[in-house]
C-alpha cells in the first residue's frame, strides 16, 4: 500500500458515498476485508440516516499497518462518490493528492479541487451494459483500486467472492468479478 | 428450619399434619387473613406431587414478600410486579425446575399486568397464584386495581367512584381471551367446601406444570379483614356477597389435550 | 487463529456465546440492533435460550431469573432502554446476582439520537438505579478489546456476585474491525454456584433476596457489598498508558474517545508535542491511582469525553490538583475528529 506520512501516518482512510440502496456499505465492506486478507488493519465505520432505504450513506474504511487508532478520517486519501450530494459534501475534505473517484453516470460534473486526482466512472451505465445495474458499487471499487493501490485488484476480487458466499449470492460472483475489472480497467485508462 | 416429628402410638394413625413442604415458622398474617390457608393450599400440593425438592417460589413485594419463610423450598424476592418475568428467566434457565409465583392484585393486576399478560400469552409453563382480595395490604389499605366500585379505601374514602377511577380489573378474564394459558380459574377459600375446590384447582395448576402444559393461573378471592375494617366473619360475608358478584368463581379456560 | 471481520455488536454476541452465555433476555433498540439479531439467530443452535421480552423492565427481571437459577445470563440495550432496566439492576445488585449488561450508548437525555456518546458514565459508574451498589463497568475502545472484555465480563461477575457492565456506544457497535475470537470457556472450568436456585433436594433451601427489614440485618447486607467492592477496587482496576513517560499532558479518554485520542498522540508526537494518553478500561474501579501518580509529573491532565465532563469529575477526584485538569467534550453524538482535539491540546502546551 502507499504510505503517506503526515496527517494519516501510513494510514489509508477512504470514504464512500451514496444513495442507501447503492451498495456503498458492502463495497466498504470488501476493500476492508480484501485488507484484512493481506494482513493489514482495518476499520469500517458506516454512518447513515435512520431510514432503512433511501437516504444517504457512508462509511470510512481505514487500512494501516498499525493498529488503527480513530477509525474517523478528517482529511481521507481517497473519496468514493456515488452521487452528487456525496461529492458535494466530501470533496472539500480530500487530502491533498488524494483521489476522488466519481459517478459521472449521475454526477454531471467533474472535481473542482485542483490538487487531488478525479477519476469519472460511468459506474451506472457500466453495470448496466453488465446486466445487472446493482453492481455499479463493485465497478467504483475497482477503479479505487486503480487509482489508489491499497490492495491488489485479486484480493478484493476474492474478499467479494467470500463474501457474496456468505450471503447465499455465489451466483453473483462473476458478474461482480467482471464489474470490479471494468471499474480498474476504466480508471486505468484515465490514469494513463 | 427443621422439622417438627411426633412419635405416632401405637392404634393411632395420622389423618392431618402440617404438609412437609412447610417449615416450622408461624404465619405472622393478621387474624382471618386468607393467605394462611392459600399458602398451606399450595405446600399441600407440592407434598401430593412430591415435588419439593425442585420447587422454587417468588416472593412479590406485598404482605407475601415474606413466603419464604414458610416453606422448605429455595425462594427468591422479584422486584414489584416482576415475578412473572423473574418465573420466565428461571424457567428457561432451567426447565426441570418448577416454579411458582404468588402474587397480590396490586402485584399482579397493576404494576405487573404487562408481565403477566406477556408471560401468559407466551405460554410460559409455570404455576401463578394470585390473590386477589381487593385492596393493598402491606401499604395500608389502598386502592387496588381490583377495587370494587363503591368500596372504601384509604384512597377512595367515599368509595370508589367509577367516573374517577375506572372498574376493577378482571383479569382472569381477560387472560382466559389468550390463545396459550393451559389453565385460568377464580377460586375462593371462604368455606370448608370452597376450600377443597381451591385446593383441586392449585394441584392441576402446579400437575399442568409438571406435565409440560404452560401457563397456569388460580386466582384466589380472599379477604383483608384489617384493612376491610371489618372483623374476620363479616370479611368473609364480603367475599360471598360483595366480590363473587363482581368476580364470580370458576373455571376460566381449560386447556386439556 | 483466522482474524473474522466482524461489527462490534456481533463481536459481544460471539464472545458472550464463547462466555458460556445461557440465557439471553432482549427488548430492541438501536444501536444495538445487530447484538439481538445475531443472538436471535446463533444463541439457540447452541444450546442457549433466546427471548424477546414485552419490555427492557421485563427482560431485566428474566435476567434476574436465570442469574438466581445459575446460568449465564445477559440482556444488552442503549440508554433510554438501560435507564428502564435500572429496577431490576439494583435488585441484581442487591442480590448478589452475576450477569452481563451491555449498554451501547447514545446521545440524550430523553429520546435523544442513535449516534455516539458518553452520557451515561454516571448512571454507569455511580450506581444508576437506588440504593448504595456498584457495578464493575468495562469500557471498549475497540472491537477485539470488546469481545475479550466480554469474556472478562462473565468471569468478574461470577467471580464477586456482582453485576457487570460493558458500556459502549454506537460507534463501537457499528463498526467492523477483524477480530480474533477467543476459544469457547470450558463449561467445567465455570466455577460452581452453590448459592443458585436448583430446587432444596438433599439441601436446606436457598433464598435470594435484596432486602431485610431490620436495619441492622441490611446493615450487614450493604457490608458485604461493601466489602466486595473494596477488593474490586484493590484488584480488578484497568487501564492502558500510551506514551506517559515523557509526556507533558496526558489525555485521559475511554472506550470510543480513547482510540480517538491515541491518533491524536501519534500526531501530536508528530509535532514535537510530549502529549500521552491514560485510558481506562474499567471506569467502575475507576483507576485513580495511576492517574495520581501522573498527576505527580505531568502538568497537565487533559480530559476527552462524549459527555459534558462525567468522566471528568473523577478525573478531578484522582489528580486533586496536582495538575490543571482542562476539559474537552462534545455533546448530543458529535464524535470530534482527531484533528479538532489535537488543536485543543495545542491550547494547553507551553510551546
Redesign the interface.
Known sequence: MSEKKGDGAMEFGVIFAGFGGQGILLAGKILARAGMEQGLEVTWLPSYGPEMRGGTANCTVVLSRRMIGSPIVDAPQALVALNLPSLDRFEPQVAPQGAIVFNSSLIRRGVERPDVVGVAVPANDIAQELGNPRVLNMVALGALLAACRVVPLEAAMEAMAHELGERGRQGLVEINRRALELGFEEAQKQLG | ?SQVSVEIPPGYQKVFGRPRALSDAPYTYCPGCHHGIIGRLIAEAIDELGI?????GIAPVGCS?FL?RF?????????HG?AC??????????P???VFSYQGDGDLAAIGT??T??AAARGENFTVIFVNNQIYGMTGGEMAPTTLPGQRTVTTPQGRDVALTGYPLKISEMLAQLDAPAYITRQSVHDARHVQLARKAILKAFRNQLEGKGFSLVEVLATCPTNFRMPPVEAQKWVTEKAMQFFPLGDLKVRDE | MSRVLMRGNEAIAEAAIRAGL??Y?CYPITPQGELVEYMARELPKRGG?F?Q???E???I???????????R?MTSSSSPGISLKQ??IS?LAG?RLPCVIVNMMRGGPGLGNIAPAQGDYFQATKGGGHGDYRLIVLAPSTVPEAAQLVMLAFDLADKYRVPAMILGDGMLGQMMEPVELPPPVDPSSIPEKPWA??????R????????DLSPQGLREMNRVLQDTYREIERSEVRWEEVETADAEIVLVAYGTMGRIAKTVVERAREEGIKAGLLRPITLWPFPYEPLRELAERVPTILTVELSAGQMWEDVRLAVEGRAKTPFYGELGGVVPTPREILSEVKKHVSS
Open positions: 428450619m419439593q425438592g425442585r420447587t422454587v414478600v419464604y416453606y422448605r423450598c429455595d425462594f427468591i424476592q422479584a422486584a416482576r418475568a423473574v418465573a420466565t428467566g428461571l424457567k428457561r434457565a432451567n426441570d425446575l418448577i404487562a408481565e399478560v406477556h | 445461557k440465557c433476555f435460550v427471548l421480552a414485552e419490555s423492565v421485563a427482560a427481571n428474566m435476567v434476574y431469573g436465570a442469574a438466581a437459577a445459575g446460568v445470563t429496577e431490576g435488585y442480590s436456585l436448583t430446587g432444596a433436594e438433599g436446606e433451601p436457598n433464598v435470594i433476596l435484596s432486602f
